[in-house]
């Protein structure tokens, strides 16, 4: 029981420690658009990552993540990119509704296999 405690207070203190993401959903994108291309659209807006999501054959979805540092940059990305084309597609970008913001808030954590005595 102590166990599981310490892990349970040593995860919380970590997650408020750590800084909270922004993901950007980025729509629209025509199938031949590629993360290298994403990441270079949105360079100047300086996102920590970019990647064009696959099915798993490999083959895009149409739509990229790109995730940010700050509200304030994925905010000034949105109102320079949004409604925008992209390889002869005008895109949408948003805030991802399938992120959690605040993840630390809710975290649970899952102990198993722990011994009966």
């Known amino acids: 029981y102590s166990f599981c405690t310490l892990l349970?207070?040593?995860?919380?203190?970590?997650?408020?420690?750590?800084?909270?993401?922004?993901?950007?959903?980025?729509g629209n994108l025509p199938f031949e658009?590629?993360?290298t291309k994403l990441e270079s659209v949105f360079a100047p807006h300086r996102p920590t990552s970019a990647e064009v999501q696959e099915r798993r054959d490999g083959r895009s979805r149409g739509f990229g993540l790109v995730k940010f540092s700050s509200e304030?940059?994925?905010q000034a990305a949105i109102d320079a990119l949004?409604?925008?084309?992209?390889?002869?597609?005008?895109?949408?970008?948003r805030v991802d509704r399938d992120a959690d913001p605040n993840i630390d808030a809710d975290t649970k954590l899952y102990v198993g296999n722990?011994?009966?005595s």
């Open 8 to 26: 349970i207070d040593r995860s919380t203190h970590f997650l408020n420690l750590t800084t909270k993401m922004t993901t950007l959903y980025v």
């Open 33 to 35: 658009t590629t993360t």
């Open 72 to 74: 304030a940059a994925a």
């Open 114 to 116: 722990l011994p009966w």
């Open 82 to 93: 949004n409604n925008t084309e992209v390889d002869g597609r005008e895109i949408y970008v």
